[in-house]
């Protein structure tokens, strides 16, 4: 599916192109400007190829998300036409920060850019109702007095034998602090966003405004860590919005000095690491113990370097054994590139070599829960359909009954074995 909708950033401008792309469509052909093309090619969201006369054919290679320019902004959805909120979700929950419904505007934009820019000032509005937040802040520094305590193996290595400037740390009561250096960052690269209405870049704008005193992250560094406290409590949800932005997102002046931005993630990776995030909670409820990215061996041989190995995406161990194997698929049979055939290739390659009598095929779609018994094994390959298009409350159930199925089929196994 692919159509064209020309429509109005919000700036003076004038009108950028609104082109939007399905996933699995086979592209499709447009007049673009060369820098427009570069950044399309250079954000990895899509490949932007030359076919004269100032026509570029546009394809989708795997990932989704958006790219604005000055002229034209792209966006590639997710199959199944998920909007943002749906796709927050899974990136919020895969990265183990925990749901919160509240990290999209209420009324969800069609617009990627202008949904994000709008949440993010009403959630950072919320945050720095009461003022900016505050916490105490290790400091170490070079001081002619005492302060906090003297740190005497840097004081001896570095002046050894003078008495002054002492090296002491102590802690400070201040602003400067990981949470507001993580939301000043993300303002920022909101407001350097082509196309962001006038009026929400105003918000943005008065909101980093109260963040002066902070330090800015260096441009290209990792995204600090933080952790949710009693004292964070009211910034936590623009924190993870905040922590979404700043890991998937970039905002940049890019060729000939167009200002650019990209909001690009591998949904791929995404619904893997979904799954496995979500279905370690559920199995929290059995006995046992789940584990992420598996490694198990297929084959013997005399060199380590020619042995052939197995990863399933989950595996549910008792007692240290594995009793059961998952595999999380974005892509199903029915989608295009897809095959459900390399799929119970793989689950029985799985299943071998960990000597477990069920894996489960947990895949992105509708449908229902299909049994394959393998011919001449007693192997069992379990087809799990996982609809995206539910609210997160239905997908998480639905998890919960996977959980809830597997290890019923290890009780009847073990009952039966």
Known sequence: MQRADPRPPGTSRGPVRHLVLDE????LVERLDAPSASALNSSGLAKASPMGMGLYRIEPVGKVGSVRTATV????????RLGLSRLLFLLSYAGEQGFRPELVAASEDRDLWSALAESLAQLAERALGRGVLQGYLTVDESLRTVKGRIRISDQISRRPGMLVPLEVSYDEFTEDIVENRILRAALERMGQVPGVRPEVLGRLRQLRGKLDGVTRLPAGAPVPPWKPTRMNLRYQAVLRLADLILRNASAE???????????????AQVFEDFVGTALRSAMAAYPGELRLRYNALLSEAVRDSDRLSVRPDAVHLLGGRPVVAYNAKYRAASDAGASLTADHYQMLAHCTALAVPTAWLVYAGQGEVKLRRILNTDIDIVEFPLDLSQPPSAILASVQELARQSWGEVVRQARHG
Request: avoid cysteine.
């Open 73 to 80: 902004q792209l966006d590639v959805r997710p199959k199944d």
């Open 24 to 27: 699995l469509s086979g592209g």
């Open 253 to 267: 002046a890019g060729e000939g000095r167009q200002q650019t931005a990209s909001f690009v993630v591998d949904m």
